[in-house]
């Protein structure tokens, strides 16, 4: 029979709590920020956003990237919206970012290429960042919502590459209303109603 020596119990004790430490943080995790985005569905609607005056109407085809500092899932998508950049700014596409009001927070250097916008109409009722709303060239808007559906983000789970490649080829995109499951953070402020 095996004994185990008080070393070796000491080590694959702390081993398990380590363990069930890791699926406690990871459960948390999940509870706290992956949630579906149509809860608020009838919030969650691109009729009442506009693009600020100075970028409305026809030109490029114009990504907006809505994102919260303080909020843990932005870490998923920088790379992938940088890689975003990377690939399609060359082809005409310009890259925007509106900070969630009262946010502090700078955006890492690989995506200094977003212009930012301080004021947009209709961006005060988003129930949740990171978001993106692309608008055409004709200056609709083509889509509203989440990057992808998931914890993370990425060019292999993502709804952007597609809608950005139908634009660019001239087709008509109207996907303003979407329904996904993935990291987010609270935009919105609650209602004391």
């Known amino acids: 029979m095996l004994r185990l020596s008080r070393k070796n119990l000491l080590i694959a004790l702390l081993a398990l709590a ?5 699926l406690l943080a990871y459960r948390w995790f999940e509870t706290r920020y992956m949630r579906t985005f149509d809860e608020r569905a009838a919030v969650f ?6 693009l600020p005056e100075a970028i409305a109407g026809p030109g490029a ?6 994102w919260d500092p303080a909020c843990p899932c932005n870490v998923g998508n ?3 919206l940088a890689e975003l950049v990377q690939r399609y700014a060359p082809q005409g596409v310009t890259f925007h970012v509106v900070q969630k009001p009262g946010g502090k927070g700078r955006l890492p250097p690989e995506l200094a290429a977003l212009q930012p916008i301080e004021s947009m109409p209709g961006s005060a009722d988003l129930p949740a960042s990171p978001a993106v709303a692309i608008w055409d060239r004709q200056g609709r ?4 919502g989440p990057y992808s559906e998931g914890l993370v983000c990425n060019s292999s789970n993502s709804f952007i590459e597609p809608i950005l490649e139908a634009l660019a080829e001239g087709r008509t995109v109207d996907a303003s209303n979407t329904l996904a499951v993935g990291c987010f953070c609270e935009w919105a402020q609650p209602s004391d109603g």
Do not use: D
């Open 61 to 66: 085809i114009r990504l907006v990237h809505f």
């Open 18 to 22: 380590w363990l069930v430490g890791m």
């Open 45 to 50: 609607s691109g009729a009442e956003l506009r």
């Open 141 to 144: 808007l083509a889509y509203f």
């Open 78 to 80: 920088q790379q992938h």
